[in-house]
């Protein structure tokens, strides 16, 4: 079973930085294309950012600039750097995984993310 335990959220302060960060365990990781999304109160959940097997990466015209994803294969994990953070980003960020030979999705539980001063 396939699952995926993200950390690294928090409270910050508007133009602050904070990274996320997601692993996932349970299967080959290096087969997924993986990436982040996120849903604030009342929106719906909206793609931040993707990175496929072959490492292309993908934004959210939002957080292009100031976002970056990064992966880790070796230690199974996705990274968010989220630099100049705006209140508008306060949101719950979910770490997605999907495998190149399946179409199934996985989901990690969320972490919360707030922009406020």
């Known amino acids: 079973q396939v699952q995926l335990v993200e950390s690294g959220g928090g409270l910050v302060q508007p133009g602050g930085s904070l990274r996320l960060s997601c692993e996932v365990s349970?299967?080959?990781?290096?087969?997924?294309?993986t990436g982040w999304y996120r849903q604030a109160p009342g929106k719906q959940r909206e793609l931040v950012a993707d990175?496929?097997?072959?490492?292309?990466?993908n934004y959210a015209d939002s957080v292009k600039g100031r976002f970056t994803i990064s992966r880790d294969n070796a230690k199974n994990t996705v990274y968010l750097q989220m630099n100049s953070l705006k209140p508008e980003d306060t949101a719950v960020y979910y770490c997605?995984?999907?495998?190149?030979?399946?179409?199934?999705?996985?989901w990690g539980q969320g972490t919360q993310v707030t922009v406020s001063s």
């Open positions: 990175i496929s097997s072959g490492g292309h990466t």
């Open positions: 349970g299967s080959i990781f290096s087969i997924y294309a």
């Open positions: 997605w995984a999907q495998s190149d030979y399946a179409a199934d999705d996985y």
